[in-house]
Each structure stands twice: as C-alpha cells, then as structure tokens.
C-alpha cells in the first residue's frame, strides 16, 4: 500500500490511474452542471469536453488493459 502525498492510499498503479480517469469525468460533470445553473454556454461545453475526454481515456485504458491480458 503507498500513501501519496494527497493523502490517497493506493494498491496499485491502475487503481490510481482509474481514479484519475473517473475524476476527469467528475470534474466535466461538475462543470456542466454549473454551466447550466448560471446559464454559461462556456462552462457547459468545458464540461461536456472533461467529461467526454475522461471517458475516451477510460475507454483506451480498458482496451489496453484487455489487450494486455
């Protein structure tokens, strides 16, 4: 187990790099949403571009991991 200086544990490399594919689609979310709630057009397609970029990350990741195995 490795504490990182965040304060994450972490079991393994993947695990942490799977965190942080969900938390680009996390954070284009958030961002979306507050573009809808103060009607920024900007935030709102900063959001839908996170979102979609950490999906399309995962998504490679998850082909090489199968390509892997």
Do not use: C, Y
Request: proline share 1%.
């Amino acid at each position: 187990m490795i504490i990182t200086p965040d304060g994450w544990e972490n079991n393994s490399a993947g695990q942490s790099r799977g965190r942080d594919l969900r938390h680009a689609q996390v954070k284009g979310s958030i961002k979306k949403t507050a573009g809808r709630l103060t009607g920024s057009r900007r935030l709102r397609a900063e959001g839908r571009r996170d979102r979609f970029k950490g999906n399309l990350k995962q998504a490679g990741a998850k082909v090489k991991d199968a390509v892997r195995h």
